[in-house]
Nanobody, 125 residues
Framework: QVQLLESGGGLVQAGASLRLSCAASGRTFSNYAMGWFRQASGKEREFVTA????????YYADSVKGRFTISRDNAKNMVYLQMNSLKPEDTAVYYC??????????????????WGQGTQVTVSS
């Protein structure tokens, strides 16, 4: 049974940084791509970033490119989201997700079927 647990959210001012963490368990973590999504109040959930199973490739939404960095530590079963230069429009609940299938590389092949409970990030202006 896959379990994903996010942490690190909080309330910060615009321009600040936050680092989100996601602890994974239940499957061989290093076999699966991981992603971060977010959902702002009243809006649909949107893709933020993803990283392939060995971390060789990363993908970012245009809105966060250059400000956010995804990374993973396969020895610790952890994935991270470093968020810099935060903006009020980054305010959302952030979710960690794991790919359904192992060893996927192309972003078009990702199928994120496992989700954490989310962590709130609020950026004040």
């Amino acid at each position: 049974q896959v379990q994903l647990l996010e942490s690190g959210g909080g309330l910060v001012q615009a321009g600040a940084s936050l680092r989100l963490s996601c602890a994974a368990s239940g499957r061989t973590f290093s076999n699966y791509a991981m992603g971060w999504f977010r959902q702002a109040s009243g809006k649909e959930r949107e893709f933020v970033t993803a990283i392939t199973w060995v971390g060789a490739r990363t993908y970012y939404a245009d809105s966060v490119k250059g400000r956010f960095t995804i990374s993973r530590d396969n020895a610790k079963n952890m994935v991270y989201l470093q968020m810099n230069s935060l903006k009020p429009e980054d305010t959302a609940v952030y979710y960690c997700a794991q790919d359904r299938r192992p060893y996927t590389i192309a972003s078009s092949a990702f199928e994120f079927d496992y989700w954490g409970q989310g962590t709130q990030v609020t950026v004040s202006s």
